[in-house]
């Protein structure tokens, strides 16, 4: 099982309500099963960016980046993220306006898939970029929201809360709605997210845990 590719994906599929999503860069580690795996870096702000790089898989095999930024543009907001490891490469392009996907352009063509056709897609969507920023700009609990990749579509929905030792714990589901799951042949549809918000001086992201197939992807502030 491709574990890197998988978390590349995770980062990328969560991977920006604008509003309100913090302008200076956060830097998380990214570890499974108690390997760090690399990092990933999200930069808030007017033109919100992320990137990850994993450079500590097993014997390198898996080893990749992925980067991905949201423009604001005369025609709507721009999507691009690019995909690059030793199994594959991939460079995703989608227009949004008004919650919609307008235009999607996705090299090579062979990882399009039927919801790269955008008139599929569900209407009040983000990007990738900014469902991260939804969760590293929350008030509070994050609320339900649905974002789309080029590729599929995911529907965010928050499932409980807790306050415990000066943090918020905010856990979420992740479900894609419309589109193939995650990871071939496995093709995960539901994974669950939890959210851990350090509360003193104003609330932070400190970790984000994405579970699923009986693995746990951890990502941890770092600083």
């Given at each position: 099982m491709n574990f890197a590719h998988f978390s590349n994906k995770m980062l990328a599929a969560l991977a920006l309500a604008l509003t309100g999503a913090m302008a200076q860069a956060e830097t998380f580690s990214v570890q499974l099963a108690g390997r760090d795996l690399g990092s990933l870096t999200y930069q808030g702000g007017a033109s919100p960016a992320l990137q990850s790089s994993l450079n500590n898989t097993p014997?390198?095999?898996?080893?990749?980046?992925?980067?991905?930024?949201?423009?604001?543009?005369?025609?709507?907001?721009?999507?691009?993220?690019?995909?690059?490891?030793?199994?594959?490469?991939?460079?995703?392009?989608?227009?949004?306006?008004?919650?919609?996907?307008?235009?999607?352009?996705?090299?090579?063509?062979?990882?399009?898939?039927?919801?790269?056709?955008?008139?599929?897609?569900?209407?009040?969507?983000?990007?990738?970029?900014?469902?991260?920023?939804?969760?590293?700009?929350?008030?509070?609990?994050?609320?339900?929201?649905?974002?789309?990749?080029?590729?599929?579509?995911?529907?965010?929905?928050?499932?409980g809360q807790a306050e415990v030792a000066g943090q918020l714990v905010c856990d979420m589901s992740y479900r894609v709605s419309d589109g193939p799951g995650h990871l071939s042949p496995l093709y995960i549809k539901s994974i669950s997210v939890n959210l851990v918000y350090d509360l003193a001086g104003g609330q932070s992201l400190r970790k984000l845990v994405l579970s699923a197939a009986g693995f746990d992807l951890l990502l941890m502030r770092q600083g």
């Open positions: 014997l390198g095999v898996f080893n990749g980046t992925f980067t991905a930024t949201s423009e604001s543009t005369s025609a709507g907001q721009q999507y691009r993220g690019i995909s690059q490891s030793s199994r594959k490469n991939r460079d995703i392009s989608v227009l949004f306006s008004e919650g919609r996907a307008i235009d999607t352009v996705i090299t090579p063509t062979s990882e399009m898939t039927p919801l790269s056709n955008v008139a599929a897609v569900p209407v009040g969507v983000i990007d990738p970029v900014g469902a991260l920023g939804q969760f590293v700009g929350a008030k509070g609990c994050p609320a339900a929201f649905r974002f789309y990749d080029g590729r599929r579509a995911i529907l965010l929905q928050p499932v």
